[in-house]
């Protein structure tokens, strides 16, 4: 079958139904033209290209590109250390130019103390910030239950499984009470089963936290089962090439079984394949 053909599908034509600029509601983040280049002694590198995007409050994006297209630089901009940009980037509506509590991150490998426990760590944002015993306990509790560590909440992280592991880390990330929570590929060092127990995880999180999620992957499958958004960055330099609402996630309570019968699925699967390849043909017949 042909990327033409595909591309014929019903609910891939309403990928173009997404307009950002139309959307109204409140705005996490914003990346007003922003560029970045690397650069050393010898030459410099453009990775990221007028990039401008709008993250809203109730988003679960995924971000899917080629390897070295810049998500991570994408994602490092957003997470405030990645500084040596041109253009403007805004928190709420103020200038965010170095990492801060509104923003937390969720690293591949989950960036735990191993000399504290699970409710120590999860506690740490909170102990930084000066809040109290009793109410660090409180909130602690309500995340550890959200990731559902209840029995686990006494354990060193050399204690957890790879799973675990990144709950616990989720769990912290969302205690310190950041508006916005990036993921850079945070179960990719998981084994299938795992990574699917994770993937639901998230998902119900995402539904009771009330915080937008910026989620990077090289998964398209992931991105159908997980998101409400989908961008997709092409390389040289990194761009957002598209951007737009998952078509199979119209219904927020579907399943993943469910998506994954879904007419469209594979179809859609092998769409965006080509989408985040670059493919030349599927480029241009986007469907604007
Ligand atoms: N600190 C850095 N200095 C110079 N080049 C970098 C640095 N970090 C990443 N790059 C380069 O920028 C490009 C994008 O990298 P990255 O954002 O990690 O891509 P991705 O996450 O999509 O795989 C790659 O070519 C990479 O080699
Ligand atoms: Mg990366």
Known sequence: MSSTTRLEFPKIASLSAYRPEKRTGSCSVELRNVNLTYRNRKNSVPVLHDINLRLFDDDFVCVLGPSGCGKTSLLN??????TDITGEVLVHGSQHSRPDPRVGVVFQQPNLFPWLNVEKNVEFGLVMKGIPRKER?????????????DGSKKLLPHQL????KQRAAIAMTLAADSKIVLLDEPFSGLDALTREAMQRHLRSIWKTSNKCFF???HDVEEALLISTRILIMNAHPGRIAWDFHNPLRQDGDADFDKIRADKEFVPLRSALVDLIQG???ADSRKVS
Not at 77 to 82: D, E, K, R, T
Not at 137 to 149: G, K, R
Not at 161 to 164: F, L, N, Q, V
């Open 279 to 281: 493919d030349d043909e």
């Open 161 to 164: 499984s790879g799973g675990m």
């Open 137 to 149: 306990t409180s909130v602690s509790a309500h995340y550890i239950h959200l990731v559902d560590l």
């Open 77 to 82: 901009v957003l997470a405030g250390y990645n």
């Open 215 to 217: 989620f990077i992957t």
